[in-house]
Structure formats: C-alpha cells, structure tokens
C-alpha cells in the first residue's frame, strides 16, 4: 500500500475482518536519563485478509520511540516494524 487513500482503504477492510486483532508483545522498553525519551522493542503479530481474502498472519518485530510531550503524557515519535514472515 502507497499513499494516505491507500492505506486509509485497506486497513479500514482489515478492521471490518472478523476476529481483527493486533498484538504487541515488548521484550525490552527503557527510559533511560531524565526519561525524555525512551523505546520499547518487541514482538508483534497481526492477522489480515490476503489478496484472495483468506486469512494471512503477519509477525515480527516492531521498535517504538517515545518522547516526553507533556505533564504525565509522551507521544510516539517514530514505529518501525520487519515482517519476518510474509
């Protein structure tokens, strides 16, 4: 999938598939100094409807940023996930 429309289409028709779910699975996460910034690292797995609409599993490994962007709050700055898998 290229572009917002794109994306925006087919995850909306992954959604609507039925037992739809995502897991994450963190095997490390570190705020390391002040906490400012911090990552989690980890396992994911997520199922979606393939090109011929049969079910496909998709996993692998995903690595979060994290900054600091508020009182109490932090906000992903960056997500990079590597299929192993598909």
């Not at 910034?37 to 609409?53: H, L, N, S």
């Not at 979060?64 to 997500?79: M, N, P, V």
């Amino acid at each position: 999938m290229v572009g917002f429309d794109e994306i925006r289409a087919g995850m909306a028709k992954q959604f609507r598939m039925c037992g739809f779910k995502i897991t994450w699975e963190p095997t490390r996460t570190e705020f390391p100094g002040k906490g400012d910034v911090g990552f989690a690292v980890g396992r994911y797995e997520v199922p979606f409807a393939g090109d011929d609409d049969e079910p496909v599993i998709e996993n692998g490994t995903y690595l979060t940023t994290w900054q600091h962007s508020g009182f109490r709050t932090r906000s992903a700055f960056f997500e990079a996930y590597l299929m192993t898998n598909y």
